[in-house]
């Protein structure tokens, strides 16, 4: 009875097409995909460290007496 049937996938996609219709089901697909794609490269982004630049990396601190006065 909890076993997933093939027959439920055929449920499913006839009460979407009731639902929303032949129009709006592939702007739905579509929305779900760039969604899912943006979410993987969110979560890319959190696993990868943040990269430094050259300009961060080489940059040395000015010493108070060089600096601009404003």
Not at 42 to 48: C, F, I, M, S
Request: net charge positive.
């Amino acid at each position: 009875m909890g076993e997933f049937q093939p027959w439920h996938i055929l449920v499913v996609v006839i009460v979407a097409f009731v639902l929303f219709g032949a129009r709006r089901l592939p702007e739905l697909g579509k929305g779900l995909g760039e969604g899912l794609k943006g979410f993987k490269e969110g979560l890319k982004g959190v696993t990868d460290p943040a990269p430094t630049t050259t300009a961060q990396q080489s940059a040395a601190p000015v010493p108070p007496s060089e600096q601009k006065q404003a």
